[in-house]
T-cell receptor
Framework: AQTVTQSQPEMSVQEAETVTLSCTYD???????LFWYKQPPSRQMILVIR??????QNATENRFSVNFQKAAKSFSLKISDSQLGDTAMYFC?????????????FGEGTQLTVNP | KAGVTQTPRYLIKTRGQQVTLSCSPI?????VSWYQQTPGQGLQFLFE???????NKGNFPGRFSGRQFSNSRSEMNVSTLELGDSALYLC????????????FGPGTRLTVT
């Protein structure tokens, strides 16, 4: 079974600064995907960024980037130029390779607050 | 393209009753997954349907069931409701083949009294 661990229950950052959220996972799979989702107070779960395990290059989506360390089973999210709208709960999630279907295993979440 | 829709958004039921929640995926998406979110247990996978067949199942009792229709819309049913079933139920859809990203609906907030 896969496990995902987010060791930071809460974090805060000043507007326009950079913050990094940590995530570690445990799996014996070789083919898998990793995701970061954000859940603002509206509770709508929004996909932020994804990473295929077979890709060595770290994924980037505008102000969001990841540091994927496959050997260490680490998948951190960096948010640059933080904005007030980034305030949300952030979940790290794992999915086995697509032949296993779509099943996400989530971490406990990190509540990020961006302060003005 | 319209997003994932879930109905109803809020629901209050009494212990022992049953409830049916509905999810309409993004047009063209064939996979629908259901998750339960509670403060104590976090986000937990219930089941996934793909082309009207259950493809994956989480560790929930048989009171939790689901189905998918030919238009990919999905329903989940919870029978004999317990207080612990109070949760936010999230539905997510994906293309289901080689595109695996899941897109979530706004959720249904179920309260069991």
């Amino acid at each position: 079974a896969q496990t995902v661990t987010q060791s930071q229950p809460e974090m805060s950052v000043q507007e326009a600064e950079t913050v990094t959220l940590s995530c570690t996972y445990d799996t014996s799979e070789s083919n898998y995907y990793l995701f970061w989702y954000k859940q603002p107070p509206s509770r709508q779960m929004i996909l932020v960024i994804r990473q295929e395990a077979y890709k060595q290059q770290n994924a980037t989506e505008n102000r969001f980037s990841v540091n994927f360390q496959k050997a260490a089973k680490s998948f951190s999210l960096k948010i640059s130029d933080s904005q007030l709208g980034d305030t949300a709960m952030y979940f790290c999630a794992f999915m086995k390779g697509e032949t296993s279907g779509s099943r996400l295993t989530f971490g406990e979440g990190t509540q990020l607050t961006v302060n003005p | 393209k319209a997003g994932v829709t879930q109905t109803p958004r809020y629901l209050i039921k009494t212990r022992g009753q049953q409830v049916t929640l509905s999810c309409s995926p993004i047009s063209g998406h064939r996979s629908v997954s259901w998750y339960q979110q509670t403060p104590g247990q976090g986000l937990q996978f219930l089941f996934e349907y793909f082309s009207e067949t259950q493809r994956n199942k989480g560790n929930f009792p048989g009171r939790f069931s689901g189905r998918q229709f030919s238009n990919s819309r999905s329903e989940m049913n919870v029978s004999t409701l317990e207080l612990g079933d109070s949760a936010l139920y999230l539905c997510a859809s994906s293309l289901g083949n080689d595109r695996y990203e899941q897109y979530f609906g706004p959720g249904t907030r179920l309260t069991v009294t």
